[in-house]
């Protein structure tokens, strides 16, 4: 995890401190009101493991003043290459996508008949809801979230959960399934601390394996991209987490050659402007960034 110093008018970025180097730092965000970093570290085995275990969350308090950083605690993601965390607006819940990994198991177990059989079983793939404390270390997981999809493509045969979005307001969150081609949209159940599902999950085209997403700031519509097909996709949310599909559009521009092969030209991660006026998606591959 590293601290930088930014200068606003050249836009470098300068590093003065460094902590926690065995943290593969991916995903991050902040608490803006207690001033805590979080951190998931993208991993297929905890140091309290031999091997497996899955990965973990860590947080950082960070002084106003300097910007340096002072580490908090750490605790088990529940999952393996955990691969987002978001916290929730109101600051009280941290939630936290587990991508899974493409391990799996062959166990042989008799079934009702006596009859041998073959069983393959692989990580799961989960959604994790985590308290946060006062002092804004990470408190209990109160509720682990499980997913289940597959898509046609080499890579689909389990659900990869690659982000998780809160929506504005804090009514619900929006999870991308890029191995099940799903959108999950999650609510908070704040007194009984656990995860209801707002609807049943919205089935994106098969194949485009949905992977990033953000929300208009002020308006209800929440955008998604996928990582095998470039696409843009453009959605109307109702208050209570239900999405209906109101446009689908191209993700880069016509003169940009694009095979028509899934999983040739991937897209990154997605943002829309403060104002709400512009949409922002980076392609890899290609090295573009396509403004809409």
């Not at 045969?157 to 982000?163: D, V």
């Not at 880069?252 to 403060?274: F, L, N, W």
């Amino acid at each position: 995890v590293c601290a930088c110093n930014y200068d606003p008018e050249t836009g470098a970025l300068t590093p003065f401190e460094e902590k926690n180097k065995e943290i593969c730092v991916g995903s991050q965000c902040i608490d803006e009101t207690r001033k805590v970093l979080y951190v998931v570290d993208e991993k297929l085995t905890d140091p309290d493991f031999r091997v497996g275990g899955g990965g973990a969350v860590s947080s950082f308090k960070i002084d106003p003043e300097s910007g340096a950083l002072t580490f908090l605690n750490r605790v088990p993601s529940y999952g393996v290459l955990t691969a987002y965390i978001a916290i929730d607006p109101k600051s009280e819940f941290l939630v936290v996508a587990n991508h899974t990994s493409h391990n799996f198991i062959t166990k042989i177990v008799k079934n009702e008949a006596g009859e041998f059989e073959v069983k393959v079983e692989h990580d799961d793939a989960t959604i994790v809801l985590y308290e946060i404390n006062e002092d804004g270390s990470i408190g209990k997981a109160c509720d682990v979230y499980c997913c289940h999809g597959t898509g046609p493509l080499g890579q689909q045969t389990l659900s990869h959960l690659h982000s998780v979005y809160f929506a504005p307001l804090g009514d619900f969150c929006l999870i991308c399934d890029k191995g099940g081609d799903l959108i999950h949209t999650l609510r908070i159940d704040r007194e009984n601390k656990k995860f209801v599902a707002c609807d049943e999950p919205y089935h994106t085209q098969a194949g485009t394996m949905p992977r990033y997403a953000d929300f208009h700031p002020t308006k209800p519509f929440v955008y998604t991209n996928n990582e095998a097909e470039p696409f843009l996709y453009a959605f109307k949310y109702t208050p209570d987490g239900k999405l209906e599909l109101i446009e689908q559009v191209p993700g880069m521009a016509p003169e940009i050659p694009y095979s028509g092969v899934p999983y040739s030209v991937k897209q990154s991660d997605m943002r829309i402007s403060s104002d709400g006026k512009f949409l922002y998606s980076l392609v890899r591959d290609v090295g573009v960034i396509s403004v809409y």
